[in-house]
């Protein structure tokens, strides 16, 4: 907690075999005490079983009955709103995915992932249209709302100016293949690392954990941190300070709950 707000860093999902043996969980540790065992380690999970399929809302209660007072989940959008041709034709599929019973996780639902496929082209028509199917509440609950994208073309002004628009947090994403975009166009910001390596027990080194620690308390704080690509005017994206949900998310996902804890405690230190 930083001046009234929080940096959360968290990992994808939480069964893993790989987590398990010591590894991450216990020796020992039930399968059906593993959400609870990582919600004490790290500060958020994104939840990426619902990209695939809808839950019950029995499902999301149990979630949040589970975690503790000031845990948040991430849920990753539906593959039927975000995988095909024209987005903007996703409404109906919108509406089911916050229907589902998200509303259950109460003040534990944190943002909304809306993954767009790296092949996917800017249009902005299309995208205007799509910001404009994301609800900012649901049964009274309020929605926060974050897209990732992955072609070069979305590395643009316009872009940013409807996300800006729209209050859609654009996902920082150290991924190949995915356009790196800074600018703050919400009062949050989301970044998903997947440059973890195998080799390093964290996951990053120090100065690769140390740099993004320095991201995260800038985009904290409302700063336009040095050095990292804004497409749009720079100063548009300072005084917007905020939330911040960081997850250590791919690459070697055997090291993500040390590398998200690694950065809980950078951030701790600061």
Not at 125 to 152: M, N, S, W, Y
Not at 169 to 194: H, M, P
Request: hydrophobic share 35%.
């Amino acid at each position: 907690m930083r001046n009234g707000m929080t940096i959360r860093t968290g990992i994808g999902g939480w069964t893993y075999p790989d987590w398990r043996g010591g590894t991450f969980y216990p020796e020992g540790l039930r399968q059906a005490d593993e959400l609870a065992y990582a919600s004490q380690q790290v500060g958020a999970i994104e939840i990426n079983g619902t990209f695939y399929r809808l839950q019950k809302p029995e499902s999301f209660a149990k979630w949040r009955d589970e975690t503790p007072e000031g845990f948040v989940f991430t849920l990753k959008g539906s593959r039927f709103v975000t995988n095909r041709r024209d987005l903007s034709e996703a409404g109906e599929s919108v509406a089911k995915f916050v229907g589902q019973g998200i509303v259950e996780l109460g003040d534990k639902l944190g943002p909304l992932l809306w993954q767009l496929a790296k092949t996917k082209r800017f249009d902005p028509d299309e995208i205007r249209a799509f910001l404009a199917l994301l609800p900012t509440e649901q049964e009274g609950v309020p929605l926060r709302h974050a897209i990732e994208v992955g072609h070069e073309s979305f590395a643009c002004a316009d872009f940013v100016d409807l996300a800006r628009e729209a209050s859609v947090a654009i996902v920082w994403s150290e991924d190949e293949g995915r356009a790196e975009i800074a600018d703050r166009t919400a009062d949050f910001a989301y970044l998903r690392c997947q440059k973890m390596r195998s080799e390093c027990p964290t996951g990053y080194d120090e100065d690769g954990l140390d740099r993004i620690a320095r991201i995260c308390r800038s985009w904290a704080e409302g700063h336009a941190p040095q050095g990292l690509p804004h497409v749009g005017q720079r100063s548009e994206s300072r005084d917007g300070g905020g939330d911040v949900f960081a997850f250590m998310i791919n690459g070697a996902k055997e090291r993500a709950p040390a590398a998200a804890m690694a950065l809980a405690g950078k951030l701790r230190g600061s």
